[in-house]
């Protein structure tokens, strides 16, 4: 398989970024990406309340499923990592660089999340505690106020990461009040085009709709070919039905050219033994060219 | 006991850190946090005025009570340290970074404060100064306007104090005119969980309230489950009956699962033998396993 | 030929400004400047859509053109190329060090677009990764509340890429509410001069337009004179005619004394060939002295 | 006499700070400090006009002042003190760092004024320059949008003077729309325990008034208490009779415990012999024991 | 001649300064300062239009003047000196540090004009190209939000050009809608005496105007006195008639005790040799003792 190594990757970090990117994806350039975000994003909604089991709400919950699952890499935040890392060290880790609370709505406060620490220190971090960072992440929110600070800190970072031989993922999401509808292809598709002139790895994106609401596989591809060399990477959403989650999945990537999906909820709302198995089945279809149906054997 | 070091307490500082840990909890993972930091925050309405004892307008009331009372750390700000450090040397002080003024409305302004001095500062001080520093503070409002700023300075705070072996404790309030009730318990969880992603060793709350306004034991269950490994440190708030005060308190850590508290008006706001009776019977609950019978006895 | 060596062009580097300025220009002093930044200025608008080839649609269609056609330089972002820089080694690069999409109306914000990285990480990147990188190019909105932010970058860009024997590049276009007609031809000649007073090498600016809406040679001239040492580029624009294209570059260059033209979308929105002719065509004018007629041979 | 040397003055710099300290009280640990910013704060207002001599115009009568006069330190703007420090080295000054106009009322745009200069450009100036630079000071205003760039200013200017000998004066004032009396005794008590918080040697606030608008000795009493360590200094404020003034003076210090007074107006806005008097005769109070009856002779 | 060098002028570039301050004003300490700075300050307004010779619109018509005429100094931005110099290395240039362009009003958005460079990059420049640049220049207005940021920079421009020997020359202009009259004469004496205090070798003022909107040689007294040891120099504004500019020129100094002038529109607006002698005649008056009658007959 041939990798493309972005030419900000110095000579003396090629193999450092090739063995992140192919240990990442099981060498197919396809990425699970475990968004463990949410704490902050969401607050507590997504981990304690009706329908979500218990254990959740402890953060050491989405580290027990990330240590068992098959993953690509795990995304949360530096603190986190900090705190439980020492006893989790086999999992993948991507330190998401930035977040924000849910607190304002995105009409009222144009939002902005701004870089929590620097790329040089996830660097220094994973040179002294020895943890596997493959990579860091970064949210960006186009039409806004600080729309000119996020898309200068995420080329920075982007470029910093490489230059470290580590994947860069950005979250890019168009938000405000002059977007009208987030899960129109042809804006997403343009989220897309500014990721890969970021220069970023992967981008995680919403998914487009039909007018039905729901997931538009063609508008999937305006997306896919838009982003260029940087991978696709459509965002889970709230829990859905496993089967139906698992064909999308499948439709994302075989008929529209994702290259993989960040999901959360969908894995974490369940008991651990659940969560890991549905990981298990994402991992199988991004990431070893399953079926639905082979993946849904893994849930049983 | 195990201690929960960071993974980013470097190797050269983890003894430190575990010192810093242990001498500051009594070696129960418990911080009884006495805080002297509302000089600025509620500028003198807390240290003159009907029901105040005269000697608390003097800042040095506080130190006098920090040195004679059994106490985890004093949280002032460093101008005052730097004042009456050199005849108060066996103070554990915590300095407290950031502070602002009470004279604008939270619905009026979205609330910044800003760090006043490095990590670095603080680090540099305590070895010139020989004071025994163990840790630094924060404040943190989320909801407004300055969000994205106080969520980087926290996290590189919580990160450079780590790097030196101090201890972060990160006073975390969602503020502002979309925060409808900031003693929600659910709120209060999501606000502990931004602590735990953001890494800090202790998170000083807001107390959960239920429907008449009383302190709800089991909403801060899921408060301090949410906090994963962070302490929880619930805020002692105005001062009330010593009785009420140490009962909740007993609860919240043997019910609730807190970590700990942080109090000021209900100690200082005494005169000095009073105080340092009131201090000794909380350290006594907080960091030496007292029944609130055992901690009444103190007050005698 | 005479070349005009800005004085802030240290002697060392007055050799790397010359051949750079030489090569760009084909020794003409004229500059045929591939514009393709527009995957973020006009997010998908331009690359996806009625009249547009399906492969314009991928960024590697701009490579493509820029590796086969003759061309100044190609102007895009630095992330597209650490990307296909690798496989385009022959193109002569321009980073563009900015870009804003178009969510938010000119007259709803004031416009800032802020530098994504600095001229020393582009020298750097030149550097290790060996590819042509001849300029920079940064864009300026004059009138807004971010014209000083924007003016002080610009001038420190500037003068950073010739001290490294860069060309740059700005395009400055007046905007925001308190602009009334943006193709005003003493406007534009406002903003050459502002072009001029930053010690640019070359200007992109609108095309001043009469009172009908059409091509104004006579203020144009307004505008070249205004601009002095500093080239004059005549935007490109929406895709037109191609003839009518041909002839009006022409007139700018030969009546009204522009040094170049950038153009994007009148080139990438063909499929390869015909943009390759295109780009060829526009070249032959712009830098080997062609006549309309001998250029428009050259689209057969 | 014992003073109290800041734990952040390290060792090497507590004689230069005991030096300070001492000279500029005269060993009693009050301070008369002669405010000459007023340049910047009032514009021409207390310089020319009705009642002021025509010499008051001419910067230089404040120098001749300071320089004949007994007094603590002279407070002025760094480059007034670059024009005239050459001919007037016998001065003891204080770089007042920041200032501004007062052409925008305060209830339309809240206050900010930021520093000049840094501590460390008036450390190496009074190395290079010889002059006697005794400390700085900085203007903090509490209450309004910039509060916290201000507090951070003042608590790092306090600190990098201590850690240079130098000694830190705050003038510090609430203000802004939720400001309704600057007068009101608690309120001036709250800026004094931010003061001291601060860590400041001296704090500049305003004077308590009772009901009638008269200086209320007993409201004071609660500011000096609250202080701390830092010593209070009355603002002067507009000029009024001289008897008035100095027993008003009298009763700050000896009835409530200030320990200092910082005077601008009423010493410059008299012909310059009158001026020498009048400061010598504020200083005998301050510095040199003497009473109202004592001062009043040196009038004569 | 006595000079005042201030004393932040180091002891090994006293003779630099001293130097640049006797050449640029002809060993009288009055300054005759050539402005073409309006290319960004009014964009082509003063060089493009009815009464204004064809050749103004090219920036070197500029140059040639200031090459070719006595003159004190030609303050102009740092990319016109960078694209012209080489060609014009006899002309003494003191480099404008900001500017902005004229697109919105005044009372519509405070204006904010921030240096586009640092006096170390002039200082290095001066250096690497050999040109005679005796000085930077920077404009400051007054009264609105970004006084703070503009007194700040105004102080430490002013501090650096003193450390390396140079002349700083600033331009101060209160402005916005709390400013009635910018011609009041005690007005404008504050704009003086903000000069002084941050230290300015020359301080260019609007002209004061009396009631009936003529020049008042009274009021200009004021001024001159309140700006102390900082040299006053009168605007030019627009262009008058010769006689009643030289007669108001010769009266601004020799009734008012101001220092020099800053003239551009009066000089550059007229076809070269036109120009030449109306500098030589400003400077006739200004830095040659000469009268009136004197100067006019140079313009024979």
Redesign the interface.
């Known amino acids: 398989m041939k990798y493309?190594?972005?030419?900000?990757v110095?000579?003396n970090k090629e193999e450092t970024y090739k063995k992140n990117l192919k240990s990442a994806t099981n060498s197919t350039n396809h990425l699970m990406l475990f968004a463990g975000?949410q704490?902050?994003e969401h607050?507590?909604?997504d981990?304690?309340?009706k329908g979500i089991p218990p254990q959740d709400?402890?953060?050491?919950h989405m580290f027990k499923i990330a240590s068992q699952a098959k993953i690509g890499v795990f995304a949360?935040?530096?603190?986190?990592?900090?705190?439980?890392?020492?006893d989790y060290k086999n999992i993948p880790y991507l330190v998401k660089l930035?977040?924000?609370?849910n607190?304002?709505?995105y009409d009222?406060?144009d939002p902005?999340?701004?870089?929590?620490?620097s790329v040089g220190?996830v660097v220094a971090?994973a040179k002294?505690?020895k943890?596997d960072i493959k990579g860091v992440g970064y949210t960006l929110y186009?039409?806004?106020?600080y729309?000119?600070?996020m898309?200068?800190q995420?080329?920075?970072i982007?470029?910093e990461a490489?230059k470290n031989g580590l994947l860069a993922v950005l979250w890019i999401y168009?938000k405000?009040k002059?977007?009208k509808n987030e899960h129109d292809g042809?804006?997403i598709?343009?989220?897309?085009?500014?990721g890969?002139?970021?220069?970023?790895d992967f981008i995680k994106l919403k998914v487009p709709y039909d007018k039905k609401g729901e997931f538009d596989a063609q508008a999937l591809k305006?997306v896919t070919?838009?982003a260029?060399?940087?991978g696709v990477l459509c965002e889970g959403g709230a829990k859905v039905q496993e089967k139906a989650f698992l064909e999308e999945l499948y439709a994302q990537i075989h008929t529209s050219g994702s290259r993989g999906n960040g999901t959360g909820r969908n894995i974490h709302q369940r008991p651990l033994k659940e969560a890991v198995k549905m990981a298990n089945a994402i991992y199988a279809i991004t990431c070893e060219g399953a079926t639905v149906k082979e993946a849904l054997k893994l849930l049983k």
Not at 196 to 200: I, K, T
Request: proline share 6%; no cysteine; glycine share 12%.
């Open positions: 493309n190594i972005p030419a900000d110095p000579k975000d704490k902050v607050l507590n909604n981990f304690y309340g709400n402890s953060p050491e949360t935040q530096f603190g986190l990592i900090s705190r439980y890392g020492r930035n977040s924000k609370t607190l304002v709505p009222k406060q902005y999340s701004k870089a929590w620490l220190d971090f002294t505690s943890l186009l039409g806004g106020a729309e000119h600070e898309l200068s995420a080329a920075s982007v470029h490489h168009p405000g002059f977007v042809h804006l598709a343009g989220a897309a085009g500014v890969a002139a970021l220069g970023a305006e070919m838009a260029g060399r940087s």
